[in-house]
């Protein structure tokens, strides 16, 4: 099974800051590989889907880069809004797999 | 607008079963793969299974093989999930999820707010 490494666990920012969480698979998944956010008690929500591509309605200070084994979510100019706990996840065979997330926290 | 709701979580002793339902409307139903995706109190995200839009092909994760099975109701737009033999560590909110539109489209786009299953004697 392909394993899903997210960094850092916990991420400390402040509006306005560039922050950049980093996923890496443990085998190749090409650009099979998805971003989702969620904030405490609801449901995770569909940020980038194929490593780079924004989800309808999801604003553009979003961003995803990446192929192969490593990949990059970049959230420029934090909102309010943002701090949440971000998840990605690889879908490139049969079975899937998440990061154990990334919280993001207001410093 | 896409609606999914999860209901039949609640508690059960190990090794008993229960049996999730989600309800969807809003999109055609028969067009797409569906999901369930799991999280433990105060964990991560843990995909559980996923069947085609045709019901012909069906995906586990390794540990629900054998013991949960996934099914779908094209007439009721409806998707369950058996859950059999259930241990502690199955405790978790589920989520039934809708894919993308596409076979390849692995990702989730849609989710339901989440049903509580909690394993415990």
């Known amino acids: 099974d392909i394993q899903m490494t997210q960094s850092p666990s916990t991420l400390s920012a402040s509006v306005g800051d560039r922050v950049t969480i980093t996923c890496r698979a443990s085998q190749s998944i090409n650009s099979w590989l998805a971003w989702y956010q969620q904030k405490p008690g609801k449901a995770p929500k569909l940020l980038i889907y194929k490593a780079s591509t924004l989800e309808s309605g999801v604003p553009s200070r979003f961003s995803g880069s990446g192929s192969g084994t490593d990949f990059t979510l970049t959230i420029s100019n934090l909102q309010p809004d943002d701090f949440a706990t971000y998840y990605c996840q690889e879908y490139h065979r049969h079975s899937q797999t998440f990061g154990q997330g990334t919280k993001l926290e207001i410093k | 607008q896409v609606q999914l709701v999860e209901s039949g979580g609640g508690l059960v002793q190990p090794g008993g079963s229960l049996r999730l339902s989600c309800a969807t409307s809003?999109?055609?139903?028969?067009?797409?793969?569906m999901g369930w995706i799991r999280q433990p109190p105060g964990k991560g995200l843990e995909w559980v299974s996923y069947?085609?839009?045709?019901?012909?092909?069906?995906s586990y994760a390794d540990s629900v093989t054998g013991r949960f099975t996934i099914s779908r109701d094209s007439a009721k737009n409806s998707l369950y999930l058996q859950m059999n033999s259930l241990r502690a560590e199955d405790s978790a909110v589920y989520y039934c999820?809708?894919?993308?539109?596409?076979?390849?489209?692995?990702?989730?786009?849609?989710w339901g707010q989440g049903t509580l299953v909690t394993v415990s004697s």
């Open positions: 999820a809708r894919r993308g539109y596409y076979d390849s489209s692995g990702y989730y786009t849609h």
């Open positions: 069947i085609s839009d045709t019901s012909s092909y069906t």
């Open positions: 809003g999109f055609t139903f028969n067009d797409y793969y």
